[in-house]
């Protein structure tokens, strides 16, 4: 099975839960609000730990591909086993280099990481990424993630972000 079909797949199933959140719902913007000051804890103590316990667990994927069953059919269990492979070879390692590199461009920058502070959160869409915007040393930063995901009630970050 092509491991980047079930990779798309589960991301997509993922994609649909979250185009059906109304933008504009405070309630939606609360868990939001809470992943965003996460995430700045994060880069806040340069955690990586931190930070990747804001993205989906192989767990979490799983439990989404059982609710799914109906569209793996009998390819279930394998379409499981495939995407343990690209999460780990692929997703992971993706999450980590982009937080990585989102560090040395802000040390590039002049963002002194310890003192950063949350600013707000500005939820996109498929289309739109989600900003995240920080201060430090009274200058203004935006994390901007593409395509993050909304899973049981929480916001979850993506493996792409992007610092300007």
Known sequence: MNKSI?????????????????RDDHVAN???????????TAFQHRSLEEYKVLFPTLEVF???????????????????ADFDTQYTREVLPALNQSFESVLAQGRK???NWSVIKFVRVELGSSD???????SSQDKQYHLRFEKPLFINGEWMI??????S
């Open 6 to 22: 079930i990779l798309l797949s589960a991301l997509t199933m993922t994609m649909a839960s979250f185009n059906n959140i109304k």
């Open 30 to 40: 609360i868990p939001a609000e809470r992943m965003a000051a996460n995430v700045v």
């Open 62 to 80: 799983h439990a989404m591909m059982e609710k799914n069953s109906n569209f793996y059919g009998k390819n279930l269990q394998e379409a499981k």
């Open 109 to 111: 920058a002049g963002i």
């Open 128 to 134: 739109v990424p989600t900003t995240i915007t920080f």
């Open 158 to 163: 993506s493996p792409h972000v992007t610092l």
